[in-house]
């Protein structure tokens, strides 16, 4: 008896269950003979090459499919990287023009910083020279109010002696109209004195503001 006969039909191939069966029936009628087998041994191979024919399509297929696969999948792969480096060279592109605009910015506030420097240093030697002025100018105003008083004291002086004399004359005076007479004449005198002391006023007054910086609009 065949090997195949002694393993059950659930673990064989279909191939093979069907030349057993085909076995088995040709055996039942009369015994195998060399032809019978022979011609098993040549239907077992038929279909041996059919179904490897089979196989051998469904591998081919199944190799095209991945090779298709692998194709397409290196297409979408390559695409998808091809995109990343687009975006990398954007990105790339755009860090070094922030890095230009930046540089630039930087530059502006330097050079920005370094004019408004300039621009206050110029404006405090401008205030400092001004102030100069200023100074010397009040030096010599201070000066010509010293003369002022000077002369005011001069002038009051010259006042009491006149009072003084007033006194003499009223002491002197025998009538109201002589005394009448003296007070319009020391009216009179005492109105020039302070027409000329009012003048003197005036005029070193109209000095001094001329001689005075004008004052500043700009802050």
């Not at 004291?153 to 006042?159: A, P, Q």
């Not at 009072?163 to 109105?191: F, H, W, Y």
């Amino acid at each position: 008896m065949s090997n195949k006969l002694l393993r059950p039909q659930s673990e064989m191939h279909p191939l093979e269950r069907m030349i057993t069966l085909l076995e088995e029936k040709h055996m039942s009628i009369e015994p195998p003979s060399l032809e019978s087998r022979m011609r098993a041994q040549e239907r077992m191979t038929t279909l041996f090459n059919a179904r490897f024919e089979e196989l051998e399509q469904d591998m081919d297929a199944s190799f095209k499919q991945v090779a298709a696969y692998y194709v397409h999948s290196e297409q979408v792969i390559e695409t998808r990287f091809n995109g990343i480096d687009t975006r990398f060279d954007k990105v790339d592109t755009r860090i070094q023009q922030l890095a230009q605009d930046m540089d630039a910015s930087f530059k502006q506030v330097v050079a920005y910083h370094v004019h408004s420097e300039q621009v206050i240093e110029t404006r405090f030697n401008e205030v400092e020279a001004r102030l100069d002025k200023v100074e010397a100018r009040l030096d010599k105003v201070e000066v010509r109010l010293d003369k002022v008083e000077a002369r005011l004291d001069n002038i009051e002086v010259r006042l009491d002696k006149v009072e003084a004399r007033l006194d003499n004359i009223e002491a002197t005076m025998v009538t109201k109209e002589d005394l009448a007479k003296v007070e319009t004449r020391l009216q009179e005198s005492i109105n020039a004195i302070e027409v000329r002391v009012f003048d003197g006023f005036k005029q070193m007054i109209t000095m001094i503001d001329l001689r005075l910086p004008p004052p500043s609009h700009g802050g």
